[in-house]
């Protein structure tokens, strides 16, 4: 990763609040076993299962600054599910994350 764009990673992620950090280590975790993308549903069960949100809207809305920030983008599976991306490599934003 350059290093100025790692700089401006580490800046948003950084700006980020605790359960939104939190949220992209568990979607960054997910996507190390799944690379192709996760779904949405799989993300907010995983979240909830860590008591990170309770609703599904809670969920959008700590995605939101990432996807603001183009850390993650959202495509259509096979059967029209949401599936969640990231656009930088997970053990990249998984190191970023582990030095806050």
């Known amino acids: 990763m350059g290093d100025s764009l790692s700089k401006g990673l ?3 992620l950084q700006s980020l609040t605790h359960n939104q950090r939190e949220t992209l280590k568990c979607l960054a975790n997910l996507l190390e076993q799944q690379p192709e993308g996760i779904s949405f549903k ?5 979240c909830k299962e860590e ?16 996807k603001d920030h183009q850390i ?3 495509k259509k599976g096979k059967r029209g599910e949401t599936i969640i991306c990231m656009r930088h490599v997970p053990s990249s934003i ?3 994350l582990s030095s806050f």
């Open 10 to 12: 580490k800046y948003v």
């Open 72 to 74: 993650i983008y959202e």
């Open 42 to 46: 799989e993300l907010f069960l995983t």
């Open 94 to 96: 998984l190191s970023i």
């Open 51 to 66: 008591m990170l949100v309770i609703q599904e809207k809670q969920l959008r809305d700590h995605l939101v600054e990432a």
